[in-house]
């Protein structure tokens, strides 16, 4: 993109209003940014856990996340401490320790970090779109559509989903440290631009796509040739950079052990459609789920937007020119990564919208640069400060999703009721907090979507089982076992149930099977103990009990003293 020359016409200048009064102060836009973000969000201070990772992470991984130490070490795990897994980003983990440690574990500052991290990026995104020669009133509307926006919420309201805000922190920073270098060529500039890209590849693994778009913004805005002196710094330090990005990973997680990466490529046309959903959500954000899935949610708004943008194009003769291109270049590269995602995990969070919804700004704001009249740039205006004000609302209410475990999976069963994942997990949720009917009939729903899913009817049997309803209990723990006969629990469960109707050869044998399958599975031994002194074999109830001792159960002395016969 080429710096702009151009500037309104007299009659645009001459018909001031609020936001371009306000706009000439940049203090005064970034206080209004921080004020709008902090009114609209301030209520997320006092939601609990969703139990949708956010648990994990930081209640059940205190001991880690409490402490600055474990900072270096956030560098060389997954996030689930996975040696096998998947997701290598320890800048995020690194947030997630330093609020952990300085907040004393307390959800609010996680929950403030948030905030600040969603307002930090709107900010940036409005000292961007003024040095791409953006009017500053229309920089200043888009940049609080970013705050406001609804299909953000994910971004803010849930813990985990700080990750993509702070990706655009970063990302933006490095644009605008970028533009700061190829007008003056300073070397800090230059620095500063290639810390924050490293940054962002600690912090996501999206940030792989930037060099593409940093191309584009040195061939376009500077306007020179890329193979230049002043380049090949850049160009040399990007590939470093990855490669320094790919070694660390690989170290620390063992991809070996994953997918091949062209399995990953196979996933691309299942997931195409994706592409449409999100792009539905940008200014139609109506369709919004926690949890969301193509199977769940409909193209036709994404087909309407792409519609809509490109007939304003043509309506309004604008051409489609390099700072439009470069819009969506971006839209689309950092929506290039939602393609590979395996079908077994295959939801499209909202949060993934973040930097996308950007390029899509950067793409509009082309509507608004040369010598419109001043009907057209009022229109505009009062177009964004109308969705600003309908975004608003909606913003809240669905904010109200995020609240806490119960609300968040209340609403991803009634948004994407055909995911066997959402309805399991949901399932175990019910369970834990005792609503034993919601359980039941969410895991008998997943078990309908999907009869060979593992863990569904353990589980379902384990209701069974509470309610001594025993005969459903052991044709769901028989079940099972059908379909893995590797599951210790299901055995374990299962011979359980046997003992508690005095079918007690059937529950020694399954107990058995369960030390088969694990050695270590502790309970087992002591519940052989108990079986064998019920068939009144008590040479093995005192072996089983000396091996239930031997991994540090504590055995009443009664039972010592009446198996001693």
């Known amino acids: 993109m080429k710096t702009r020359t151009k500037t309104p016409s007299a009659t645009v200048t001459k018909t001031p209003s609020f936001f371009s009064s306000l706009a000439t102060n940049h203090r005064y836009s970034f206080v209004l940014i921080i004020l709008v973000g902090l009114l609209l969000y301030s209520h997320t201070l006092k939601?609990?856990?969703?139990?949708?990772d956010d648990k994990t992470l930081i209640a059940d991984d205190k001991a880690f996340v409490s402490k600055l130490a474990s900072i270096p070490k956030a560098f060389q795990l997954d996030v689930f401490k996975e040696k096998g897994g998947t997701f290598y980003r320890p800048i995020f983990v690194s947030s997630l320790i330093v609020d952990g440690t300085l907040g004393k574990m307390s959800l609010k500052v996680y929950h403030f970090s948030n905030i600040v991290f969603h307002i930090l990026s709107a900010c940036l995104l409005l000292l961007l779109l003024v040095k791409l020669g953006i009017r500053r009133e229309v920089a200043l509307l888009l940049s609080l559509l970013l705050t406001v926006h609804p299909a953000l919420v994910q971004a803010v309201a849930w813990i985990p989903g700080r990750n993509d805000s702070l990706l655009a922190v970063?990302?933006?920073?490095?644009?605008?440290?970028?533009?700061?270098?190829?007008?003056t060529e300073k070397g800090i500039q230059l620095f500063l631009h290639l810390l924050f890209f490293c940054l962002a590849l600690f912090t996501k693994e999206t940030a792989i796509v930037l060099p593409l778009l940093y191309l584009l913004m040195l061939k376009f805005w500077g306007n020179r040739p890329l193979i230049s002196k002043s380049n090949v710094v850049a160009l040399s330090a990007w590939g470093v950079s990855i490669l320094v990005l790919i070694l660390a990973r690989n170290h620390a997680i063992q991809t070996s052990q994953g997918a091949h990466p062209v399995e990953f490529l196979a996933n691309i046309p299942n997931n195409l459609p994706a592409l449409l959903l999100y792009a539905g959500k940008i200014l139609l954000p109506f369709n919004l789920s926690v949890m969301p899935t193509i199977a769940d949610s409909s193209i036709v708004y994404g087909v309407l937007i792409i519609l809509f943008i490109a007939s304003l194009f043509f309506i309004t003769r604008t051409k489609f020119s390099l700072l439009a291109w470069f819009g969506a270049c971006w839209f689309v590269a950092f929506l290039l990564p939602v393609l590979v995602v395996p079908k077994e995990s295959a939801f499209f969070y909202e949060q993934r919208l973040y930097l996308p919804l950007i390029g899509v700004f950067i793409l509009l704001s082309e509507l608004t640069i040369g010598n419109r009249t001043a009907?057209?740039?009022?229109t505009f205006n009062l177009v964004a400060?109308?969705?600003?004000?309908v975004f608003i609302?909606?913003?809240?209410?669905?904010?109200?999703?995020?609240?806490?475990?119960l609300n968040?999976?209340?609403?991803?069963?009634?948004?994407?009721?055909?995911?066997v994942y959402v309805n399991k997990i949901a399932a175990s949720v019910y369970y834990k907090d005792g609503n034993l009917d919601m359980a039941e009939t969410l895991y008998i729903k997943a078990k309908d979507l999907n009869p060979n899913e593992p863990s569904i009817n353990n589980d379902l049997g384990i209701i069974y089982k509470d309610r001594q309803a025993w005969d459903k209990a052991i044709s769901c723990f028989l079940a099972e076992i059908q379909i893995t006969p590797s599951s210790d629990k299901a055995y374990?469960?299962?011979?359980y149930a046997y003992y508690s109707v005095h079918r007690l050869e059937e529950a020694e044998k399954n107990f058995e099977k369960v030390i088969s399958l694990n050695p270590d599975y502790t309970d087992a031994y002591q519940s052989l103990a108990l079986v064998n002194a019920d068939l009144k074999d008590f040479e093995k109830a005192r072996y089983y009990t000396a091996e239930a001792q031997k991994r540090g159960v504590q055995v009443p002395p009664d039972f010592l003293k009446a198996i001693q016969m």
């Open 375 to 378: 009907k057209w740039y009022r």
């Open 170 to 183: 970063f990302v933006l920073s490095s644009f605008i440290c970028l533009m700061n270098y190829i007008k």
């Open 47 to 52: 939601f609990d856990y969703t139990n949708m």
């Open 492 to 495: 374990y469960n299962l011979a």
């Open 385 to 389: 400060i109308a969705s600003c004000l």
């Open 408 to 419: 968040f999976w209340g609403n991803a069963t009634k948004t994407s009721p055909n995911s």
């Open 393 to 405: 609302p909606l913003n809240y209410v669905y904010s109200l999703n995020f609240s806490d475990k």
